[in-house]
């Protein structure tokens, strides 16, 4: 998948503190640093914690990820 992609679309080891739905987009508050704007997310991540950041703002998607047991 990397391969196919343009140079620095996806950011490996990135711990994201928030996730916050714009428009069409997305905007990714990761530990580290400076917030970046994203079409797509992939989250790679326990559940529980994708529950946590999807549910201020998707509540549905949020009870689905949360629901996941493992």
């Not at 428009?23 to 997310?41: F, I, M, N, Y």
């Not at 549910?55 to 996941?68: E, F, G, L, Q, T």
Request: glycine share 2%; aromatic share 4%; hydrophobic share 50%.
């Amino acid at each position: 998948l990397l391969q196919h992609l343009p140079p620095d679309t996806v950011r490996l080891q990135h711990d994201a503190v928030a996730i916050t739905p714009l428009d069409r987009t997305w905007t990714v508050q990761p530990a580290s640093g400076e917030a970046v704007e994203a079409d797509v997310l992939l989250m790679a991540a326990p559940a529980a914690r994708v529950a946590d950041w999807l549910r201020p703002h998707r509540p549905d998607a949020a009870a689905v990820a949360a629901s996941i047991r493992y």
